[in-house]
């Protein structure tokens, strides 16, 4: 399968852990799409994961200045997860940022309020 359904998981792996009131782990949280989605690439998911996860605090730190009158605490979950998957996989893979960009801008339109969308996009646009 695509890196698209591949981050489409990863996000979905990190909403998980940001909601559930657990100690799941990464490997467990991972465990849990393998049967169901046995074609994706796991390796890809667990570095998406883990380095968002690991990183979070520097990567709020580098999106912080973009929010524009907006908090981290005050985005949706939804749209604070995209943003630190997609700022992480700008600062640390050779995927260029316009296409990262593009995957969190479709990320936002498929699990976002309507028009989040642009709002992650304007974000994402400055980070480098």
Do not use: C
């Not at 399968?1 to 990863?10: G, I, T």
């Not at 792996?13 to 994706?40: G, M, R, S, W």
């Not at 996860?53 to 979950?77: A, F, G, N, T």
């Not at 936002?108 to 309020?113: L, P, V």
């Amino acid at each position: 399968m695509s890196r698209k359904e591949s981050r489409v998981q990863a996000f979905q792996t990190l909403f998980q852990l940001e909601i559930k009131d657990t100690d799941l782990t990464i490997k467990e949280a991972i465990n849990f799409i393998k049967d169901d989605y046995p074609d994706l690439d796991f390796d890809f998911i667990n570095w998406l994961v883990t380095g968002v996860k690991d990183h979070e605090p520097v990567l709020d730190e580098k999106i912080k200045p973009y929010l524009k009158d907006w908090s981290l605490e005050r985005l949706l979950k939804t749209d604070r997860i995209i943003l630190r998957m997609a700022t992480f996989e700008i600062l640390h893979s050779d995927t260029p940022a316009k296409v990262v960009i593009n995957e969190a801008v479709e990320l936002a339109k498929q699990f976002s309020d309507d028009d989040h969308y642009k709002f992650i996009n304007g974000v994402l646009s400055n980070i480098n």
